[in-house]
């Protein structure tokens, strides 16, 4: 996990390519923090020494980054009242949602990874 203290291109460049050594699969998304860190340094750094400190392609990067600035202006819906996640046995990657707001109650039934359940979770509530 990534701090928000003390950002510096070489550690948060050091933690993408620590998470890709370590992957069982060269195409396993980054976790939301690392991409959160990662979009905090383009407040400090051009976007394409971002971009290749995370060892990342500039167009993706932008594109990222772009995509996560339309998302934060956007306005947030009412508020949800509830949710609950049941996660069977770790390491199986199936997790469904039971999301209540107001009067309404929907499920969901999804295969994710399991850090992107986390990062689901953070941009629902």
């Given at each position: ?33 690392f991409w959160e860190a990662a979009f905090a340094l383009t407040k400090m750094h051009p976007i394409n020494k971002v971009a290749d400190a995370i060892g990342v392609d500039f167009y ?66």
């Amino acid at each position: 996990m990534i701090m928000n203290n003390n950002l510096d291109l070489a550690t948060v460049g050091k933690q993408f390519r620590s998470f890709r050594q370590k992957s069982d699969n060269k195409f396993s998304p980054f976790p939301c923090d690392f991409w959160e860190a990662a979009f905090a340094l383009t407040k400090m750094h051009p976007i394409n020494k971002v971009a290749d400190a995370i060892g990342v392609d500039f167009y993706y990067f932008k594109k990222k980054l772009e995509e996560n600035v339309t998302r934060a202006k956007k306005p947030k819906p009412d508020k949800i009242s509830f949710i609950e996640a049941s996660i069977p046995n770790y390491p199986l990657r199936e997790v469904t949602f039971e999301i209540s707001k107001e009067q309404t109650k929907t499920s969901l039934h999804m295969q994710l990874a399991f850090h992107e359940i986390s990062c689901l979770m953070k941009n629902l509530l």
